[in-house]
């Protein structure tokens, strides 16, 4: 499963449950092909700080997201920020995860126990991305290539037809 050749050949904007236009941002691949659908979450509603994600037919169940996705020139990947403890009387617990939606797979890029990490953008054939950590002086901008991450893990398939959840 190496490399990180780009091909996404599927028109799958069909597959997305119906859209709320008020709550609701649509991140369009930039080959139009695919979208990233980001969906206000029960607690947050008011506020728009936590996000649900829906992904081509990929299952993220209950997870939480953050409002900001990239994706790739070439439209296989997407990164994104994911909420591992919300509670905001502590320091938030987040990770930056890269979803290679042609093969259905998730990598988790960086785990940040106590601050903030967001992507950026894509180049050529990295993610770039901030971090800012309990400790650290600054922010950091940093670079990884999607080529030498690892810990890929399948992903589930969303529930088709009706019954499916965001």
């Not at 900001?68 to 509670?87: K, M, P, Q, T």
């Not at 893990?153 to 965001?166: E, F, Q, T, V, W």
Request: some cysteine; charged content about 25%.
């Amino acid at each position: 499963m190496g490399g990180s050749r780009c091909i996404v050949s599927k028109f799958v904007h069909s597959l997305l449950p119906p859209m709320n236009q008020l709550t609701d941002k649509k991140i369009a691949s930039p080959d139009k092909r695919l979208e990233a659908r980001l969906a206000p979450t029960d607690g947050s509603v008011w506020d728009l700080s936590h996000a649900s994600l829906a992904l081509r037919d990929l299952s993220f169940e209950t997870r939480i997201f953050g409002w900001n996705g990239v994706w790739s020139s070439c439209s296989r990947y997407f990164a994104i920020n994911e909420w591992l403890r919300i509670d905001t009387a502590h320091c938030p617990d987040m990770q930056l995860v890269v979803i290679d939606v042609q093969d259905g797979r998730e990598c988790v890029v960086e785990h940040v126990s106590c601050g903030f990490v967001e992507p950026m953008y894509f180049h050529d054939d990295a993610v770039k991305y901030n971090k800012l950590a309990k400790g650290m002086d600054e922010r950091a901008v940093i670079q990884r290539r999607i080529g030498e991450l690892e810990g890929w893990r399948p992903l589930p398939s969303r529930p088709s037809g009706r019954d499916a959840k965001r």
